[in-house]
């Protein structure tokens, strides 16, 4: 069943797409914002991931912000108690243990804490890498779809990450819970940035400003035909390669921008 009103979690919620993730949902539910640095903190530093890239704000009541570190699961299941769905959106790039903590059992962390509280509503997040120097990735290909199966080869990010969705899914369809996984490539200001006109455009890239609103559609979307589901969240593009039908067919949503100024030469 869909959620129109309720508790939310975001794990995560310190980078650009928990920001995002905070923006579009702040007047529809009563949030939990959650991150291994506090608030003021990240504020304070004033470093967004890249130019464009949303921030957090400072929380007002109802909604709060609480420091947790996803790798640890007693802090995980008490941020997840009475809530009515959890959002993870935490990552961990470059790292080793670090990164395995954080992308892997940070993952096993926020599944065992729905099943532990009895929350049913799960949304996932994970990078869909498509040029890992050709270890079994799907550059050349076209028409790829959501479900394609992800192939990390041995880079780190892509790995652990991957190793976590493989867990979600676990969790998904052995506690018959209904879970979505967004993947996502590319980011970028809705207006292109600095990009110079006709430069071109990742095939699998999303406006920052339409990366909140899926989380809006997934949380409101009733059940899916699978206990996982995944979604590659792009905008509209040429290319061929990736496409948003499956994200407008079963969540209703379609991005705003397109970058149209990159794609056009003259």
């Not at 395995?100 to 065992?112: C, D, E, L, Q």
């Not at 890992?132 to 990450?161: I, M, N």
């Not at 970028?188 to 990009?195: E, K, M, Q, V, W």
């Amino acid at each position: 069943m869909g959620l129109d009103t309720g508790k939310v979690c975001i794990f995560g919620a310190g980078g650009p797409v928990g920001a995002a993730a905070q923006h579009a949902l702040e007047d529809h539910y009563v949030l939990r914002l959650t991150d291994i640095r506090m608030v003021d903190e990240i504020l304070e530093a004033g470093e967004p991931q890249s130019k464009g890239a949303p921030m957090p704000t400072r929380p007002e009541s109802p909604h709060e912000w609480r420091r947790v570190d996803v790798g640890n699961y007693e802090e995980v299941l008490s941020a997840a108690e009475g809530m009515d769905a959890l959002i993870n959106v935490s990552v961990l790039r470059h790292d080793l243990v670090p990164a395995f903590h954080v992308n892997t059992i940070g993952a096993y962390n926020v599944m065992k804490a729905a099943v532990a509280c009895g929350i049913r509503k799960v949304i996932h997040t994970g990078p869909r890498h498509t040029r890992l120097g050709f270890e079994g990735d799907y550059w050349g290909d076209f028409r790829v779809p959501d479900e394609a199966p992800l192939h990390p080869g041995s880079d780190l990010y892509a790995l652990t990450k991957c190793l976590g969705g493989e867990i979600v899914q676990t969790f998904a369809e052995h506690y018959d819970l209904e879970v979505i996984t967004f993947l996502y490539c590319s980011f970028l200001p809705a207006d292109g940035g600095n990009s110079a006109d006709g430069s071109g455009v990742h095939p699998l890239a999303i406006a920052w400003e339409d990366t909140g609103e899926p989380f809006f559609h997934a949380l409101r979307a009733d059940r899916m035909p699978n206990n996982y589901e995944v979604f590659d969240i792009l905008a509209d593009l040429p290319h061929g390669k990736f496409g948003t039908h499956k994200a407008t067919r079963l969540l209703g949503w379609k991005p705003k921008h397109s970058f149209d100024r990159l794609l056009r030469k003259g």
